[in-house]
């Protein structure tokens, strides 16, 4: 070969498009005027978007989600309801039968596009489904913006996931993922999977909104109100300031947030308190015995907002809305639409740290929920589950605050219906195998992390996790990295264990030989997940010893935990079914040894790890 053709051929491969280029992200600045005709659950929507395109790419067609589309009867949403049947999300349906299939034509969801256009330039589009495919009339090149106008009507849905009119404790509208959104474009492409009911993801965008809506309606949303002395509810001193339709206009805008939620309904109360060193929290509720539990939340709400600050990094907003409305729990920019009607303060006050927690993982550290909603989900999960135990600690003591994750994963283990977490969001077939994968696989991951590298460890590379990526588009790869560099461990391999398959650990003491001046142990891997080992002695005076077994493909072993000191063993290769190992401990110096004294292994058969001396 000629030494110009192999320097050429040496310059193509190194900028082979497999090799990932640098970091990028896309940004929308949205200014919407919106008319709402509450009598009929329809309104007007007028929008402008200016879109900038920080890729190396030039841009030919953009994409929009229209999620409302979804709730109809034949709708894709509606199919995959009915083909899951009992398997499928029980919000969905009614005895099995989807839910969408009988909505009325009236009630049906719908955003009408009229018309968008590009600089001022007409577009074609297509609709398909709750996506809509905009061809440009000029491309957007690299490190430039474009604007975007359009006009849409749309009709407020049936309340049956999230969105919609009149929800089951009586809330008018529930206003979510309402507005033509343009979907995130990145290094895999165009963010455009259709809207099945699960997860969601979007640019960072700024917001300007203009709601015009009958004067005595409130609304809470996420965001800042500019203009609280014209309307209803935030300021006892307003004076509500009407058009010639007897219409309140209210004027919200919120910066660098995923999307824009709101509620309105008439029987709306505001109430508002300050987080130390923290954001201002309103609650949008109605007030009755019924929502008795959220004056009781408030002071757990502090606590929670400081703790989360403090454990994984700062919270970046100036507010944060708690709103009675959708379905459940979900999380939006600033705010989240929850149901009021709570049974306990505990369980009211669980479902708001979990949904204000997204705030953290979903919407700072903005992953894809749609492609991996383990990231989200679990991340969130874990931080509910640790800070919830210190608020409420258990009647019965408990040996770390994911005890009952942790059972509750050993469980469906075992009912042969996991599927892998790395599955996206939408095409898990069964709704418990989904939750088990994204919320309890998703949290184990940290939990499972943390007994590999110690928890300090574990603490320090969510905190700059944290750091590099609020206010970004990370995705596990970047977390993996920052654990690798932090620990100089390779974690790959748990990665791949535990993320893309259904294997299980299973560790076991196999047999104990008692000797005049030692003890010596085995041990055996009965499952496929191999890990490493922490091995520990309680002594007849009560004493504990601990030992540590790395696993060889970890290359770097843990060097301190919280859990004790212990001395390292030679290492486990994690081909090898059986280890052996001698403790200068005799038979009438141990009351019980075993794997895992701190019961943070995800071990599915956990009686075989413990042996107790009688």
């Not at 909104?209 to 409130?218: A, L, P, S």
């Not at 800070?387 to 509750?408: A, G, K, Y």
């Not at 939408?426 to 989904?434: K, N």
């Not at 080992?533 to 072993?557: A, Q």
Request: no cysteine; net charge negative.
């Amino acid at each position: 070969m000629k030494k110009g053709i192999l320097i050429l051929f040496l310059l193509i491969f190194s900028i082979s498009p497999a090799q990932k280029g640098p970091y990028y992200q896309q940004f929308a600045k949205y200014k919407m005027e919106i008319d709402v005709d509450a009598a009929q659950f329809t309104y007007q929507g007028k929008q402008t978007l200016t879109y900038t395109n920080n890729s190396p790419d030039e841009l030919k067609t953009v994409y929009f989600h229209l999620y409302w589309n979804a709730f109809k009867a034949g709708s894709m949403m509606d199919q995959r309801v009915q083909s899951q049947g009992k398997n499928g999300d029980g919000r969905l349906q009614q005895n099995g039968i989807s839910r969408l299939a009988s909505i009325p034509e009236n009630e049906e969801g719908a955003q009408n596009i009229h018309w968008i256009r590009q600089n001022g330039k007409n577009l074609k589009f297509e609709i398909q489904e709750t996506i809509m495919k905009v061809e440009l009339a000029e491309p957007i090149k690299p490190n430039s913006s474009t604007t975007f106008t359009m006009e849409w009507d749309a009709v407020i849905p049936k309340q049956i996931r999230r969105a919609g009119r009149n929800n089951r404790e009586g809330i008018d509208m529930s206003m979510s993922q309402w507005y033509p959104k343009i979907a995130e474009y990145d290094y895999d492409g165009w963010a455009t999977f259709d809207y099945i009911g699960r997860e969601f993801h979007a640019p960072f965008a700024d917001f300007e909104v203009n709601i015009n809506i009958d004067k005595d309606y409130i609304i809470g949303a996420g965001g800042i109100l500019e203009n609280p002395s014209e309307v209803k509810g935030y300021d006892p001193q307003a004076k509500i300031k009407t058009n010639n339709q007897n219409k309140a206009t209210w004027k919200w805008t919120a910066k660098n947030i995923l999307d824009f939620a709101w509620a309105a309904d008439k029987d709306y109360t505001v109430e508002s308190f300050t987080v130390l060193d923290g954001p201002k929290i309103y609650y949008v509720y109605q007030k009755s015995g019924k929502t008795a539990f959220w004056e009781l939340s408030k002071p757990y709400v502090q606590k929670f907002f400081q703790l989360m600050n403090a454990t994984f990094g700062r919270y970046a907003y100036p507010t944060y809305s708690f709103v009675q409305g959708g379905d459940g729990g979900m999380e939006y920019g600033m705010t989240t639409l929850i149901l009021g009607e709570a049974k306990s303060l505990e369980g009211l006050v669980g479902l708001m740290f979990h949904e204000a927690g997204h705030m953290w993982f979903q919407q700072m550290i903005a992953t894809n929920e749609s492609t991996k909603p383990w990231l989200d989900e679990g991340f969130t999960s874990y931080a509910e589950n640790m800070i919830m135990h210190q608020l409420f600690p258990p009647e019965t003591p408990q040996p770390h605050p994911f005890t009952s994750s942790l059972n509750r994963y050993i469980n469906f283990t075992k009912t042969g219906k996991e599927s892998p977490a790395v599955w996206l969001a939408d095409h898990h077939d069964d709704g418990g195998a989904y939750g088990i994968a994204s919320y309890y696989k998703g949290e184990l991951f940290l939990v499972q992390l943390g007994y590999i590298v110690g928890e300090e460890n574990l603490s320090a590379i969510l905190k700059e996790f944290f750091q590099q990526w609020k206010m970004k588009h990370p995705t596990d790869r970047d977390f993996l990295h920052i654990a690798q560099k932090h620990t100089g461990m390779d974690l790959k391999w748990f990665h791949h264990y535990w993320i893309n398959t259904t294997k299980t650990i299973d560790y076991a003491v196999k047999n104990v030989e008692y000797g005049s001046n030692s003890t010596t142990v085995t041990l055996s891997n009965k499952g496929s997940v191999p890990m490493p080992i922490d091995f520990s002695i309680l002594t007849s005076d009560k004493k504990v010893i601990n030992y540590h077994i790395p696993m060889n493909m970890t290359r770097v072993w843990k060097k301190k935990d919280i859990y004790g000191d212990f001395e390292t063993l030679k290492y486990w290769p994690w081909t090898q079914q059986e280890y052996t190992f001698n403790i200068p401990y005799t038979k009438d110096q141990i009351a019980a040894l075993g794997i895992d004294f701190s019961q943070r292994l995800a071990d599915v058969n956990p009686e075989d790890n413990f042996v107790e001396n009688k």
